[in-house]
């Protein structure tokens, strides 16, 4: 099992929280996102856990970390590489599957996760 790539990729994004962050950083018109701006979105999360979630997410190479230090406070902002947009098609089947055979829910059947604001 530990050479199992389904195995190996769920260790990477099934941690708590890492798919609500990739689908954070994914909404809206802004493909930039502060570390607060993250915390206010995923209002239980920890900054703790939002913190290594973001780390662990960098280090695999999903999630793309600017850092701004010529403003005082240091700035830092996260936004999704090239290998995590691509996995939120995987995230859009998610929400098919969801809608298809778990939840009834009309306005998400209706909404490009990209602008909703729920």
């Known amino acids: ?3 199992c790539t389904i195995y190996k990729t769920v260790d990477i994004v099934g941690k708590k929280w890492s798919l609500c962050i990739m689908h954070e950083l994914y909404k809206g018109e802004n493909r930039h996102k502060r570390f607060n701006e993250l915390k206010n979105k995923l209002q239980d999360v920890t ?3 939002l913190s290594t979630r973001l780390k662990e997410l960098e280090e695999h190479g999903l999630v793309d970390k600017k850092v701004d230090d ?3 406070p240091i700035k830092s902002e996260y936004s999704l590489t090239e290998s995590g947009e691509e996995f ?4 859009q089947n998610i929400k ?3 809608l298809k055979w778990q939840f009834d829910n009309p306005e998400c059947c209706g909404t490009n996760c990209k602008t909703c604001d729920l």
């Open 96 to 98: 098919k599957w969801g």
């Open 1 to 3: 099992m530990k050479d």
């Open 47 to 49: 900054p703790k856990t």
């Open 88 to 91: 939120l098609n995987i995230l």
């Open 70 to 72: 010529s403003v005082f």
